[in-house]
Nanobody, 121 residues
Framework: VQLQASGGGLVQAGGSLRLSCAAS??????AAWFRQAPGKERDFVAA????????IYADSVKGRFTMSKDNAKNTVYLQMNSLKPEDTAVYYC?????????????????WGQGTLVTVSS
């Protein structure tokens, strides 16, 4: 499965952005978003199972970010509201064949190229 992320950009603190991740070349059991700030590790943001169930979120984004999907387009989204400067990072979408949700980067087999989100104060 190939993943293509898009939607990043520059936004002021308190603003919103929506990231998209389109999948091609196969199907996926679960999808996730991770992010990597400059000089830091790639951290888990959100994930859900393609077959249903509630998404899971990192505590740092809970209540501000919402993950959703469009089955017809084989695309997942990350709606980011009330953005903070500390949300600045390259955001990566990830996929895995299984449906179990993992917060660990190594459990995800497929990765998109990343899209940069910059939140100014």
């Amino acid at each position: 499965v190939q993943l293509q992320a898009s939607g990043g950009g520059l936004v002021q603190a308190g603003g919103s952005l929506r990231l998209s991740c389109a999948a091609s070349g196969g199907t996926w059991g679960a999808a996730a978003w991770f992010r990597q700030a400059p000089g830091k590790e790639r951290d888990f943001v959100a994930a859900f199972s393609w077959s249903g169930g509630s998404p899971i979120y990192a505590d740092s984004v809970k209540g501000r970010f919402t993950m959703s999907k469009d089955n017809a387009k084989n695309t997942v989204y990350l709606q980011m509201n009330s953005l903070k400067p500390e949300d600045t990072a390259v955001y990566y979408c990830a996929g895995r064949r299984g449906t179990v949700l993992h917060r660990t980067r190594s459990q995800w087999q497929n990765w998109g190229q990343g899209t940069l989100v910059t939140v100014s104060s």
